[in-house]
């Protein structure tokens, strides 16, 4: 069995106004099916660019390189428009979760009415047995959204990713441990490590600390050039 | 050795009727960085405010500091008020990135030039033999993080006063390199942690997760490698 989900094959992006000028280059990297996968570079370096690729959004006035090509799964190799166009037609499953991603939820609905809205089949029993595997009280599930902790809200935002009808293929994370303290940063990588078992997980953070014990693999991106530079050997 | 500036004994901090923590016993020495961490909740906090009631020896700044500043006064006043030495401020303030905005009012920086400007204020009023800072890196990032710690140790280094410096966090990975002393903070007193920056890496890591490192100690070492790899990447831009 194949265990490549993304092969990313994009020579260079461009940006065309007010001038030409390379935003990205030499972009040769794969994504796995599973395990947690770490983004590191400063600010501005072109993380925000690189997942509206991965996302199929475009951006306006920029230009990719008419060789790029993404190949899903190993045998489906698409040019970037063909990409696009599948993402959008749902045949490629991705979540793109940031700092507001928590405004998708409806704070004046509770906790369980809020899953429900997200995955009508879903059985108490197998809510039951999520958030008993992530450590979360079943007692939020009457509580408003809006009146859950900080902490809690963000571990329930994450585990909806394993709530819906279908798990994702990928989950993007963007920063979203920057605003939390050790003890529950630490909290968040545990749950990211054990759903990373079932799908595949790209994270950006700024705790290097934590995330050298964690992540199984880690991408930098620096003068517009993106790298792999560690990957945990296979057991 | 340095010699000892200050020596605390505390029985107990009683907080609401309840003991939280007794049997404090804390020396200092001169020049020292000391680090105190401990779980969530252990009174950090409580103990740090109970040594700050020293006013004459003991200045303290405690979390969310940019709440108590003027948010219409310009960085430079901010700075120059304290009395420290001109050519000392603008070393520091080298030191910690601030010179583009200099001129500006406090309320128009980020939220960390914010923080690195209440701490650099602190520790600029030098009439106090010890600066205590509660949580000093908490909700910074990386870079911000290290400007921090590197200013504590020029300005420990360099003044002629007598003088140290006690933070609390929970941030044990990034002070390694820069701590002189730490302590973990328990209900039954401070107890003095040895940690060295390769060797117990492990052991910090497990303190910190709560669980067995699941590794071996070539991985570790790997990782450990690679941490110090990706922290150059990030700084060096």
């Not at chain 2, 020396?27 to 779980?39: A, N, P, R, W, Y």
Request: hydrophobic letters at 40%; aromatic letters at 8%; charged letters at 25%.
């Amino acid at each position: 069995m194949s265990t490549t989900l993304l092969e990313i094959k994009i020579p260079a992006i461009f940006s065309v106004v007010p001038e030409i000028k390379i935003l990205l280059k030499n972009i040769n990297l794969s994504i796995p099916k599973t395990g947690l996968h770490a983004l590191i570079g400063s600010s501005g370096s072109g993380k925000s660019l690189f997942f509206s690729i991965l996302t199929g959004t475009k951006f306006k006035s920029v230009l990719i390189d008419k060789k790029a090509s993404i190949t899903v799964n190993d045998d489906l190799v698409l040019s970037m428009d063909e990409y696009n166009s599948f993402i959008k037609r749902k045949k490629f499953f991705y979540l793109f979760i940031d700092q507001n991603y928590n405004q998708a939820l409806d704070e004046n609905l509770t906790v369980r009415e809020n899953i429900l809205l997200l995955n009508k089949q879903i059985t108490i029993e197998e809510i039951n047995s999520i958030f008993n595997e992530f450590n979360l009280t079943t007692k939020i599930l009457y509580s408003k959204i809006k009146e859950i902790s900080g902490g809690q809200l963000q571990r329930f935002v994450l585990i909806t990713t394993l709530l819906l009808p279908k798990t994702p293929e990928l989950i993007i994370l963007d920063e979203v441990t920057s605003a939390l303290d050790y003890e529950n940063e630490v909290i968040i990588w545990k749950i990211l490590t054990k759903i990373s078992k079932k799908c595949s997980i790209i994270v950006t953070t700024h705790n290097l600390n934590l995330a050298v014990f964690f992540a199984n693999s880690f991408f930098t991106i620096k003068n517009k050039e993106v790298n792999l530079v560690f990957r945990e050997d296979d057991e | 050795m340095n010699k000892k500036i200050a020596t605390f004994r505390i029985d107990k901090i009683i907080s609401k009727g309840e003991t939280i923590i007794s049997n404090i016993f804390l020396e200092i020495f001169d020049k020292e960085l000391i680090g105190i961490f401990g779980s969530s909740g252990v009174g950090k906090t409580l103990l740090l405010k109970q040594l700050s009631e020293y006013k004459d020896k003991i200045n303290f700044l405690p979390q969310n500091p940019s709440e108590m500043i003027n948010p219409y006064r310009t960085i430079k006043d901010l700075l120059f008020e304290t009395g420290a030495k001109k050519s000392f401020i603008e070393q520091l303030v080298v030191e910690c990135e601030l010179t583009g905005v200099l001129n500006l009012a406090f309320s128009k920086c980020s939220g960390g030039q914010k923080h690195r400007i209440a701490i650099l204020r602190t520790l600029l009023t030098d009439n106090k033999l010890i600066y205590i800072f509660d949580e000093p890196l908490a909700a910074l990032d990386f870079k911000n993080k290290e400007i921090i710690l590197k200013l504590f140790d020029k300005v420990l280094k360099e003044s002629k006063h007598t003088k140290s410096i006690i933070i609390s966090t929970h941030d044990l990975f990034t002070i390694i390199p820069f701590i002189d002393k730490t302590l973990e903070l328990t209900s039954n007193g401070l107890i003095k942690r040895e940690i060295s920056l390769f060797k117990d890496v492990v052991k910090t890591y497990e303190f910190l997760i709560k669980e067995p490192i699941d590794l071996s100690p070539e991985k570790i070492e790997a990782r450990i490698i690679l941490l110090n790899q990706l922290k150059t990447f990030l700084t060096e831009d």
